[in-house]
């Protein structure tokens, strides 16, 4: 039943694509999700569907300004909240300040995800932290190397600079008979109304994904503070560097003195920093640790 919900989520925007968009869709394939769409995915794109030819009324007056607090603000923000709020009002859920961000600041959004551990960044470096990489892959991202998901946001600047000014939803990606991937989307406050669409996967434009899944993983050092630390600390406790006391989700004094430990005792250079290659180092530790382990392999009796 996901699968057909989203299916037909696809297709109806595809054909609507057909409809209004510059170039014909008819000519390009869907990419299909590469990970599950989640039902929660499904329904917020339902209901960002419902708001496509919204306009804002006199002054910018929106009622997802209203409901964020600020009736005329600038609002592609306040739309995609509104959206998440909606759904959770339909089907009880609890994604808003869970899995997606509540936020109206330039930059809030972006911070969030990188916090909750589900950011990914076009290419270069994420600021204060550093360089990511996909899960499973051992280079760092660079543009192109991700393809957006379903209900994933895209954050985009319009001044070459590293703030987000405009943020909008994935619906699905395509791609042409060249290779060209794009990606299809809806957004509030295009330039006055909820619209659909179209980026190319390189647009210079994005700066990085709020993902639905978490799918990369990401350089840190001291200062630093989110689920990706968090993560990292349960690595060290594993290995027997870290004590559970400290599993905090922030970047201190012991996470510092655990990986240089961790580090030198490995043969790599203390810098104190978990970049990839100690990050990889620490994986494949734990694996060894988990095949070594006799409980991993004791076989329970189910009549005990």
Not at 14 to 23: G, H, I, K, R, T
Request: proline share 4%.
């Amino acid at each position: 039943m996901r699968f057909l919900s989203c299916f037909r989520i696809l297709v109806t925007a595809l054909l609507l694509c057909v409809l209004f968009c510059p170039f014909s869709a008819a000519e390009e394939e869907i990419i299909p999700p590469a990970w599950p769409v989640p039902d929660y995915v499904s329904r917020l794109l339902e209901v960002a569907s419902e708001e496509v030819g919204y306009t804002e009324e006199s002054h910018g007056w929106t009622k997802y300004g209203e409901w964020a607090g600020d009736p005329y603000c600038q609002w592609c923000a306040e739309f995609q909240c509104w959206c998440v709020d909606q759904v959770d009002q339909r089907y009880g859920t609890s994604l808003l300040n869970v899995v997606y961000p509540r936020y109206s600041g330039s930059n809030t959004g972006r911070s969030w995800f990188i916090t909750a551990g589900r950011y990914i960044i076009r290419k270069g470096p994420v600021e204060d932290w550093g360089y990511e990489w996909l899960k499973g892959h051992s280079s760092f991202i660079q543009s192109g190397d991700y393809v957006p998901q379903p209900g994933d946001w895209i954050f985009f600047t319009w001044n070459n600079n590293q703030d987000t000014d405009h943020v909008a939803m994935v619906e699905y990606c395509t791609e042409d008979e060249e290779g060209n991937v794009h990606i299809h989307v809806i957004e509030g406050n295009k330039p006055a109304a909820v619209a659909r669409d179209i980026y190319d996967l390189n647009y210079s434009r994005i700066l990085g994904y709020g993902t639905v899944h978490d799918l990369a993983d990401i350089t840190m050092q001291f200062g630093n503070t989110g689920e990706k630390v968090r993560q990292l600390q349960e690595k060290l406790i594993y290995l027997g560097y870290l004590d559970q006391s400290h599993l905090t989700g922030h970047f201190g004094n012991a996470t510092l003195d655990a990986l240089r430990l961790f580090q030198s005792r490995c043969g790599l250079r203390p810098s104190g920093i978990a970049n990839i290659t100690t990050q990889l180092r620490l994986d494949e530790e734990i694996d060894l640790k988990i095949d070594q382990d006799p409980l991993t392999w004791t076989v329970v009796d189910e009549d005990d």
